[in-house]
């Protein structure tokens, strides 16, 4: 992993998608910066197409794709895809069928009753009343608490993930990188592996896994060294600044490049 600033003059030439993670990547403590929305205005005017890919909840991810300079957004860490329409309006792609969807909520309800019986002090997210593919926890400080509730997803069968603000679980055998797969074939008719070289992914912490270790283009804002020990792969670049202050690096060294 190496500072973003070193990298070669021209290594990032090749980018025309941009797929990042949002919480403590785009934001930072909960807040969009002017000069983050800023960045992505200006990758777009680039002509390079900007892609959230979050564990962010639909209702934040319908927000985002209808009002923010991004092509779309892969949200609740892949469990959906909101893209605006030739209209305007929003086309919604779910990775699960609707009965699919129906049977996942039965069961992760569940999971939610058993854990908040174990574990008194575990809350759900607040955001959860805007969810439509997962359960999210908000995050405990303490590891162990953490792996608990990771343990009753993993009882129900659920994968699970952890970010900055939460303990994710869903049902699907989905993740981040399954999605943007499946979501840049029906958007734009493209073969991930196929682009896999014009393609930077920006992220902050575990849920990036899968993300870091496919695409050649890494970044990791600043803070993703608090999370080194639970990837298997580190980014292969690191920015100074931390959340927004960090995408912007990474959206000005595409920039730089795109304009030599």
Request: charged share 20%; proline share 5%; with cysteine.
């Amino acid at each position: 992993m190496n500072p973003l600033e070193d990298a070669a003059p021209g290594a990032l030439a090749a980018v025309r998608y941009v797929l990042t993670d949002m919480d403590d990547t785009l934001t930072f403590h909960g807040r969009l910066a002017a000069a983050t929305y800023g960045a992505l205005e200006r990758l777009q005017a680039a002509g390079i197409r900007v892609i959230p890919v979050t564990a962010a909840p639909a209702g934040w991810c319908d927000q985002m794709a209808r009002m923010w300079p991004v092509d779309a957004v892969i949200g609740e860490n892949g469990g959906l895809c909101f893209a605006r329409g030739p209209d305007g309006d929003l086309v919604r792609h779910y990775w699960l069928e609707a009965a699919q969807r129906q049977a996942a909520d039965a069961a992760l309800d569940s999971v939610r009753r058993r854990a908040l019986a174990a574990l008194p002090q575990a809350r759900v997210a607040s955001d959860q009343p805007f969810r439509q593919t997962g359960l999210a926890f908000a995050r405990p400080a303490d590891a162990d608490q953490v792996a608990r509730l990771r343990g009753f997803f993993a009882e129900a069968g659920a994968d699970s993930t952890v970010n900055s603000l939460w303990v994710l679980g869903w049902l699907g055998g989905y993740d981040k990188l399954a999605m943007a797969r499946r979501s840049l074939g029906l958007l734009y008719g493209v073969d991930l592996d196929a682009v896999r070289a014009q393609v930077m992914y920006v992220g902050d912490s575990t849920n990036d896994a899968p993300m870091f270790s496919f695409f050649a283009h890494t970044v990791g804002v600043s803070t993703v060294v608090d999370y080194l020990d639970t990837l298997p792969v580190p980014p292969r670049w690191i920015t100074r600044g931390p959340g927004g202050a960090g995408f912007v690096e990474a959206a000005e060294a595409v920039l730089r490049d795109a304009a030599r």
